[in-house]
């Protein structure tokens, strides 16, 4: 979360590492974005103009990211996305995307105007960065929170707490943003449509049918 002495040195470097480093602040996206729309800037700006050689730029956890991610910025100002919410207890993108490391890589080769993801692919936002002492570190009041939302009700009439579910196997893979996603209008009635990729069948009993 905070910036630690070994974080600049990684950041210092990538900086020696790419070649053709040139200062970041500048605007990536002026093309291919110019219409505003919430697409993250894919279309057409994945390529440089033709006569422009390509830039890469350089990255550190400092640096202004909102130059390339303008959907995630924007997000901010929405209080219904966990990015919002957060902003407003000033939390800003490394405090949730505290993979460095992570980061870092993913950034080695970055060009300037280069399209940004649409989903996390390389790092996670994991449950132990929400849970992280100070931050939501009190399950027993999370789970009283949610314990009347009826939203996770199957077919069955069967009624799910989201922050207490059975911690199988089978859900290893679920972590706080599978229903928390970073930036995008939390849903809470859409949360169902999660537990349906899997329980198929739409009953949360699993070994009745087969
Ligand atoms: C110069 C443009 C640029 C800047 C500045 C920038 N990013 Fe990115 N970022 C990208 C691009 C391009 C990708 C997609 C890289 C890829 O898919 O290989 C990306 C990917 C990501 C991802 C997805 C990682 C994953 O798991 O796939 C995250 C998270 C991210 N950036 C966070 C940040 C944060 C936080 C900052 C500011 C500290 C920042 N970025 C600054 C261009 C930038
Ligand atoms: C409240 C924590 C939080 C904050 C603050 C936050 N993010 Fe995220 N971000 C997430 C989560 C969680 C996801 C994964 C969403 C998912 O799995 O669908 C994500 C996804 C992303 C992605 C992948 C594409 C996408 O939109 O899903 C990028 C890029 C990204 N964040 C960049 C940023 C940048 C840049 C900032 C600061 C402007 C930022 N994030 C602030 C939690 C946060
Ligand atoms: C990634 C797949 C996956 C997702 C997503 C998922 N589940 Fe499950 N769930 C399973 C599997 C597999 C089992 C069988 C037991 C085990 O291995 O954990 C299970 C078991 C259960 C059980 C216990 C069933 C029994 O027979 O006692 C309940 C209740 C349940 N899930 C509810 C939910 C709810 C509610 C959601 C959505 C918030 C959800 N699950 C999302 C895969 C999933
Ligand atoms: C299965 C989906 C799911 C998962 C996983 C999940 N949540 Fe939630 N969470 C919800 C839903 C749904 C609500 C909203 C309930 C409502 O609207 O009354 C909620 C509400 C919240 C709230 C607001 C509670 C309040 O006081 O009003 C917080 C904070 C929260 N979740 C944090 C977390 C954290 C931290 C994690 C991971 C440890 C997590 N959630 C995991 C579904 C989930
Ligand atoms: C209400 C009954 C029912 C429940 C409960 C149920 N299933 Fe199924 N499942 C079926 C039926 C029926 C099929 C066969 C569908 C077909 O062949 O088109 C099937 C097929 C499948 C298949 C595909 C099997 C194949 O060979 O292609 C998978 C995987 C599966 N179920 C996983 C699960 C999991 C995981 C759960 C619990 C989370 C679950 N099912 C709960 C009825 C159920």
């Known amino acids: 979360m905070k910036l630690t002495k070994k974080s600049l040195v990684t950041g210092a470097l990538i900086i020696l590492f790419t070649m053709g480093v040139f200062i970041a602040g500048c605007a990536p996206q002026q ?6 729309s919430s697409d993250k800037g894919a279309t057409g700006s994945g390529k440089s103009d033709a006569d422009t ?17 303008e959907t ?33 890589k993913v950034h080695e080769k970055v060009e300037a105007g280069q399209a940004t993801s649409k989903t996390l692919k390389k790092t996670k936002v994991k449950t132990e960065t929400c ?54 209008t939390f849903v809470a009635e859409e949360v169902i449509d999660e537990c349906y990729t899997c329980h198929h069948a739409q009953v949360f009993e699993c070994g009745t049918c087969h």
């Open 31 to 36: 093309s291919g974005s110019t219409d505003g």
């Open 131 to 184: 849970t992280a002492s100070g931050c939501h570190d009190n399950d027993a009041e999370r789970i009283a929170a949610t314990a009347t939302f009826t939203g996770l009700t199957d077919t069955n009439g069967t009624t799910k707490n989201p922050h207490d579910l059975p911690q199988g196997d089978g859900h290893k893979s679920l972590s706080c943003s599978t229903c928390h996603q970073g930036h995008k």
């Open 72 to 104: 995630e910025e924007s997000s901010l100002t929405n209080t219904k996305s966990a990015a919002g919410i957060h902003k407003t207890e000033g939390l800003e993108c490394m405090d949730c995307h505290d993979d460095q490391a992570g980061l870092a």
């Open 53 to 69: 050689p390509a830039v890469v730029v350089e990255w550190s956890p400092t640096v202004n990211c909102a130059t390339c991610h």
